[in-house]
């Protein structure tokens, strides 16, 4: 997420950590330089030549090698096609020499894919240092294991059964792809009592790369696609306000306004803006939703039907139609494998262990795309007919009917109209999950909770202390760290929540008093820009500490900005946990330079002695916090 006063957003997990590294790393180097600056000077240099040589010299000759294959192998089927022709003698090609076709295909398109990584670096498109995730580096080597799992099986069943080794991988294939066609089965016994472990144990494998396509491709495709789809309504919604001149709600109230226009207060107008932000993640999510599915469907449809086609052709000796190539393809997709049409030409089976190899994560893409759509729409139209007749709900069929109208009401706004912008939360946890987690039942028990409590009853024998010596500036500062640290136990408890918490807009005004930031001063407010220009809204994430400790002032931002914190990949659980860490952290220094140096301690920027009811009421926003 963007960080409100930051030109950039947050980085995500993988990428923090790489910093850190890199940061321990700098710190080692330093220490070196001052032990032996020759030592280290040479150092540096031969790091340096090492990126260099990775970076220029190892990426080129990746691709230049992934392309002398591409050829070497074209060349080598050429070849083979050519000498084969000969008049009088019907030959046939195995299974490897199809094989070698596609693998020369999959080599020449991964260098090009290669070429078009590079271009894009160069371009600076993003980053040209690249390192693997974790779930990354899982997901290659499962797929790894299932392939060895899977060919070194083939060799077993050939040895044992005394078939040709490519036969028993086409065996091998549909046994641990559950599709059963029936062509080749084993005879002895030995291949038998082998099977029952070696399918269960392919069958596992699978799963987990299923497991891993779904939380490596998935979940980061989707926050990615989420992420450009909030940016289009975004900018769509700001160009519709300028063009029905309703401008003046973007731009911040001042001291000498005091109101918009429209009679509408800094807050209140901050937090119109935020309705409208929320507004826009909502249908974005609906319509990334809908177009994950149309992209996941469509590439099923692409492989049913072109590998429909490719059966059909390789299949011409047994005279199969188109159609009996779709019914094959269907079955086969859908692991059905009724074994009342099978491949007998070498090409169909060389062609069936790429296509069904193709068909397992596009399946499972697809699936999970329309458990989002679909199967949710159903489910969820299956309760309404059931509140309206069978099972009715705690809530009435005239509020559903107002929550639809609502909901037709507010797409009117990215549409051209205008819509009544309802003065509500995203939704209110009850007060039994609420009692819940004042109980310790959330997530946040761990060790960490614990050391958090200790900090907070610290801090308020602190602030009684100092009441009683009539210390108002060091009771105020004490309980303010009493807030901060009370505040992030309980966003702790957020963090792991499924679907991730989303705050209100008043506990969003809470948690950014906390910071410093004001959202009824328009000190660090601005217009939201329609478009973001990248040489100023966007920039390496390290200008945190120059921005809040350096200059003491934050640049301005807008909740429909780039640089809003509803903007990005991280949760915003996670955002306001390591932004509170971040103001504690900096308020414990600002206290501890103070009373070394005996200058004074700045005034926190909450008012803790004698703070009104809605402050105090405030501290505990979080107890209410939106679903």
Request: aromatic letters at 10%; hydrophobic letters at 40%.
């Amino acid at each position: 997420m963007n960080d409100p006063g930051l030109d950039s957003p947050i980085q995500d997990g993988a990428k923090a950590v790489e910093d850190e590294n890199r940061e321990e790393n700098m710190e080692d180097e330093d220490e070196q330089a001052f032990l032996n600056p020759r030592c280290a000077a040479s150092l540096r240099s031969t790091d340096a030549s090492l990126i260099t040589l990775a970076v220029d010299g190892a990426q080129p000759i990746t691709i230049i090698g992934w392309f002398i294959a591409s050829i070497l192998l074209i060349a080598l089927v050429t070849t083979t096609v050519h000498r084969l022709k000969v008049s009088g003698e019907n030959r046939a090609l195995t299974q490897a020499f199809y094989y070698a076709i596609m693998a020369a295909a999959l080599y020449f398109i991964i260098a090009s894919l290669m070429c078009v990584t590079v271009y894009g670096a160069f371009k600076e498109h993003y980053p040209k240092e690249f390192r693997l995730s974790p779930s990354q580096r899982t997901l290659m080597l499962q797929t790894i294991s299932f392939m060895v799992y899977m060919v070194g099986g083939g060799a077993v069943y050939a040895k044992i059964e005394g078939w040709k080794f490519l036969d028993a991988v086409y065996f091998t294939d549909y046994t641990l792809l559950t599709v059963g066609i029936g062509d080749y089965a084993p005879l002895t016994h030995l291949g038998r009592g082998l099977l029952f472990p070696y399918a269960i144990g392919g069958i596992v494998i699978l799963g987990l790369v299923v497991g891993s396509i779904r939380s490596l491709v998935l979940e980061r495709g989707k926050k990615k696609l989420g992420s450009r789809m909030i940016e289009k309504k975004r900018e769509a919604l700001l160009r519709n306000m300028v063009k029905k001149d309703d401008k003046t709600r973007l731009v911040p109230v001042t001291r000498e306004q005091q109101t918009t226009e429209d009679g509408l207060t800094e807050r209140e107008r901050r937090k119109e803006e935020f309705l409208l932000m929320r507004m826009i993640q909502e249908q974005a999510s609906v319509r990334q939703k809908w177009t994950a599915l149309v992209i996941s469907g469509s590439a099923w449809f692409v492989l049913w039907f072109v590998g429909a086609v490719i059966f059909w052709k390789a299949e011409h000796a047994q005279d199969w139609t188109y159609f009996q190539g779709l019914y094959f393809a269907y079955t086969s997709l859908l692991t059905i494998g009724f074994g009342d049409f099978k491949p007998f030409s070498n090409s169909g089976k060389a062609f069936f262990v790429f296509w069904s190899l193709l068909a397992v994560p596009t399946l499972t893409i697809l699936i999970s795309n329309m458990g989002d759509t679909i199967v949710k729409g159903v489910r969820d139209l299956t309760l309404y007919l059931g509140e309206f007749t069978l099972l009715p709900g705690e809530v009435g069929v005239r509020q559903r009917v107002k929550q639809f109208i609502h909901k037709l009401r507010s797409d009117k706004i990215l549409s051209g109209g205008k819509a009544h912008i309802m003065d509500e939360p995203p939704g209110i946890i009850s007060e039994k999950e609420n009692a819940d987690e004042e109980k310790g039942d959330g997530k946040g028990g761990n060790a960490m909770d614990h050391v958090a409590g200790a900090y907070e009853r610290d801090e308020l024998k602190a602030a009684g202390a100092a009441k009683k010596r009539g210390d108002k500036l060091a009771e105020n500062i004490h309980e303010y760290h009493y807030l901060l640290v009370k505040e992030f136990r309980n966003v702790m408890k957020h963090q792991n929540e499924n679907p991730p918490r989303k705050y209100s807009y008043e506990e969003w005004a809470w948690f950014l008093k906390l910071m410093g930031q004001d959202e009824a001063s328009s000190t660090s407010h601005r217009a939201a820009p329609i478009m973001v220009n990248k040489s100023k809204d966007e920039g390496p994430d390290t200008q945190q500490a120059k921005t809040d400790d350096s200059d003491k002032s934050s640049h301005a931002w807008s909740w429909l900005g780039n640089r809003s914190p509803l903007m990005g990949e991280v949760e915003e659980a996670e955002w306001v946990l390591e932004r509170l860490s971040l103001t504690l952290e900096k308020s414990f220094l600002k206290q501890s330079l103070a009373q070394n140096s005996g200058t004074a301690v700045d005034k926190p920027p909450v008012d803790t002695v004698g703070r009104t009811e809605e402050d105090s009421s405030g501290s505990d926003h979080t107890g209410q916090t939106a679903k």
